[in-house]
């Protein structure tokens, strides 16, 4: 059963910019805050940044100024738009419910982003 569908990754130039998108495939989407995660070769994966369910965001400090998540319920959409983009930014993208959600999605194949010039 997939749940999730990431997509909008690519290779991009260090200062650069992307959007990805994610549509959610759970019943009840909008009772759900959500989450983008990322993880990088040979790193375990990490939390990025959040979207409770009427709108209010939290971000990991290292992408904090750069990076902004936002969802769409009647689309069961989410959204993150990455900003001046580093190096250190490279890793598979993922999405799913919120950190400290007691639900979690089956994890989707996620979306590659490669930031190097």
């Known amino acids: 059963q997939v749940d999730v569908v990431e997509s909008g990754g690519g290779l991009v130039q260090p200062g650069g910019s992307l959007r990805l998108s994610c549509v959610v495939s759970?019943?009840?989407?909008?009772?759900?805050?959500m989450a983008w995660y990322r993880q990088a070769p040979g790193e375990q994966r990490e939390w990025v940044a959040e979207?409770?369910?009427?709108?209010?965001?939290n971000y990991a400090d290292f992408v904090k100024g750069r990076f902004a998540i936002s969802r769409y319920n009647a689309k069961n959409t989410v959204y993150l738009q990455m900003n001046s983009l580093k190096p250190d930014d490279t890793a598979v993208y993922y999405c799913?419910?919120?950190?400290?959600?007691?639900?979690?999605?089956?994890w989707g194949q996620g979306t590659q982003v490669t930031v190097s010039s």
């Open positions: 979207v409770s369910r009427t709108g209010p965001t």
């Open positions: 799913n419910t919120g950190r400290t959600s007691p639900y979690r999605a089956n």
């Open positions: 759970i019943r009840n989407f909008d009772s759900y805050p």
